[in-house]
């Protein structure tokens, strides 16, 4: 197993690991987005998050998130609701197509995301979003995320074969020179 820092440990600083599959099952092709608000474990609250994982592993987690002041869990929770809100809003916006809406949605959901240090979900978010672009014809925005999902999907390869798949679609779809400049 690996594990990838996604910020500086401090000395003796305890190092967790987590339990939960929150990577949105999004990799096939664009419709699949409807799917997104389907992902019950995407954007769970504190209490939903305990106990998913109480019922699952049997354990209570006791992260620095997890155990954080009331205050930093109440506004966590809360960007973790309008991350549930964003994904309805991208799934109702799609089967409008409605894509500038969608795409503004979508970014405003990533920040939301990178605000919660779900950085192994973001390239996976990254191609969703470079699919988006390439739709409604904006190719230059189309590569900028795809070289941005397949840079975090290869960094989060190492620690698990889950990618692979969304990582060959990448490849397939872009070439490889473009991908890595």
């Not at 191609?127 to 590569?143: D, F, I, P, Q, R």
């Not at 999902?149 to 798949?165: P, T, V």
Request: proline share 2%; hydrophobic share 35%.
């Amino acid at each position: 197993m690996a594990v990838i820092a996604t910020r500086d440990i401090e000395m003796g600083e305890e190092i967790s690991v987590s339990c939960m599959h929150i990577i949105p099952h999004c990799q096939k092709c664009i419709v699949q987005l409807t799917n997104l608000a389907s992902d019950i474990e995407f954007g769970l609250k504190r209490e939903e998050r305990q106990a998913l994982l109480k019922n699952r592993w049997g354990f209570t987690c006791m992260c620095a998130l997890c155990t954080s002041d009331a205050e930093k869990i109440k506004e966590s929770d809360k960007r973790r609701e309008l991350i549930r809100q964003l994904r309805d809003k991208i799934r109702q916006g799609l089967d409008r197509d409605d894509f500038p809406s969608s795409l503004k949605w979508y970014r405003q959901m990533i920040k939301l995301c990178l605000k919660e240090r779900l950085f192994p979900q973001l390239g996976e978010q990254y191609w969703v979003l470079a699919k988006l672009y390439s739709t409604v014809g904006e190719s230059t925005n189309a590569l900028k995320y795809a070289q941005l999902a397949y840079k975090e999907l290869k960094r989060y390869q190492k620690a698990g074969e889950e990618m692979d798949g969304v990582i060959a679609e990448i490849e397939e779809a872009i070439p490889l020179s473009e991908l890595q400049s």
